[in-house]
């Protein structure tokens, strides 16, 4: 199925690492529970690394989309029409806006472990936040993305995806 230049979906996983480091949470808790014996180190062992392996799973559950014209990333919802031109950071910049350059008023989907990111400008004056940035492995896809949604919006009709 080919998609339209202003679709764009994007999860942001979490590296393999941390999955390594979830099994190894799940067999020090096995550790843990050696001295009560077979079966509290085997409940250890599976509640464990099921606890960590869930909070790696929903950390690395944020998306990134441009469907039907809206920009969905994390809990936030804006129409392109209420976007500027879309930034490319790459690594060093996008470090910049994660600390010293950032706004506390700004909404950001970031993950440390993904280098490159987007800025995009809120525009809507009615809107407090003054960007959203957003951390992509694919920031060239996400700019398009939102740059043709940004452009069948404000020429009237929708992007299907």
Known sequence: MQLSPAHHDERLTAP????????????ACALMLLPLGGLPLLAGLIGGT??????????????VRVVNGVLAAGDARIPATALGEPE??????????????????????MRSYVPTAVRVEVTDPADPTPYVYLSTREPEALRAAILAA??????GGTSQP
């Open 88 to 109: 490319i950071l790459d690594a060093e910049e996008a470090r910049a806006w994660r600390t010293h350059k950032a706004d506390t008023r700004a909404y950001m989907v």
């Open 50 to 63: 099921a606890l960590a392996g869930t909070l790696v799973s929903s950390y690395g559950s944020a998306r």
């Open 16 to 27: 393999r690492s941390w999955w390594g480091i979830a099994a190894l949470t799940g067999l």
């Open 150 to 155: 940004r452009s069948s919006s404000s020429a």
